[in-house]
């Protein structure tokens, strides 16, 4: 048995990130400053508990309890002419407070105007399939599924829609590696040769970033540069950043001139 490692937001060790970097908020509009959506937030809280509400980058957000997505959808599509369900899916808030926000993208045509459905739900908690409202939510339902492990009620064929009905975990769940576990090396392997041919074909390679040193090929090394194809050596090759010569109007950069900054200038 493997010894078990923390796979708590592994997600978040990328391979390149910027160290200075602030994500930057998206300011938030009072509903009141559009007529057609004061009006629908107005009617909203007539017949349901609206725990927030705003307006962000032109389109309505509204926070409403996970017990009522179902009668929600139907309020939208039969009393407030929202008539198109674009997109539906979940965000992993798990390792934050245990959590998944589920969220539904509306269209009304005749308005032209956009709402965001959202809620949050606890790891095991159960939702309701919107699918007798929309027909669109049906293949997006089920990747909700496949994807995040979201359990939905209701659904007429629940079942994975990208993954193999025995795939192990779900794959964009922050807790999952991106280059995949242990049974995902092995996956395909087992499954068209089988276990005994491991040790002669070997894991399957799912890391986009990894570089094999020895080819000469399709990678190349810093410090290590060689010309495409030749014998790959352990001898460092590149003490400076331009050639010799040079171009004249480029001052020439050495390797004792890099300085590393602790802050943005």
């Known amino acids: 048995m493997r010894a078990y490692q923390d796979k708590k937001n592994v997600q978040a060790k990328a391979y390149y990130n910027d160290r200075f970097y602030v994500s930057p908020q998206i300011p938030k509009e009072e509903v009141s400053s559009d007529e057609i959506f004061a009006k629908d937030v107005k009617d909203l809280e007539s017949a349901f508990s609206v725990k ?13 309890n996970a017990d009522d997505n179902l009668k929600v959808m139907e309020f939208l599509r039969d009393k407030l002419q929202y008539n198109f369900l674009s997109e539906l899916s ?10 998944f926000e589920i969220f539904y993208q509306m269209l009304s045509t005749s308005k032209r105007k956009r709402m965001r459905v959202k809620f949050f739900i606890k790891e095991k908690e159960e939702i309701k399939s919107v699918t007798s409202v929309y027909k669109s939510a049906d293949w997006a339902e089920r990747e909700m599924y496949d994807m995040f492990g979201v359990r939905i009620t209701g659904h007429h064929y629940m079942k994975r829609i990208l993954m193999p009905d025995d795939w192990h975990d779900h794959p964009l769940r922050k807790t999952y ?8 090396q092995w996956y395909e392997i087992d499954k068209i040769f089988g276990k005994e041919y491991r040790d002669i074909i070997g894991p399957e390679e799912r890391d986009s970033a990894r570089i094999v040193e020895k080819d000469t090929h399709r990678f190349a090394r810093v410090k290590h540069e060689v010309p495409f194809g030749a014998e790959y050596s352990d001898e460092e090759t590149q003490t400076e950043y331009q050639e010799e010569g040079g171009i004249p109007i480029v001052r020439k950069l050495k390797k004792s001139d890099v300085k590393i900054l602790k802050e943005r200038p």
């Not at 927030?52 to 926070?63: M, W």
């Not at 979940?90 to 959590?99: F, H, N, P, R």
């Open 177 to 184: 590696p991106l280059i995949g576990d242990e049974e995902a």
């Open 90 to 99: 979940a965000i992993d808030w798990l390792a934050k407070s245990g959590e």
């Open 52 to 64: 927030e509400a705003y307006i962000q980058r032109g389109q309505l957000v509204v926070y409403i």
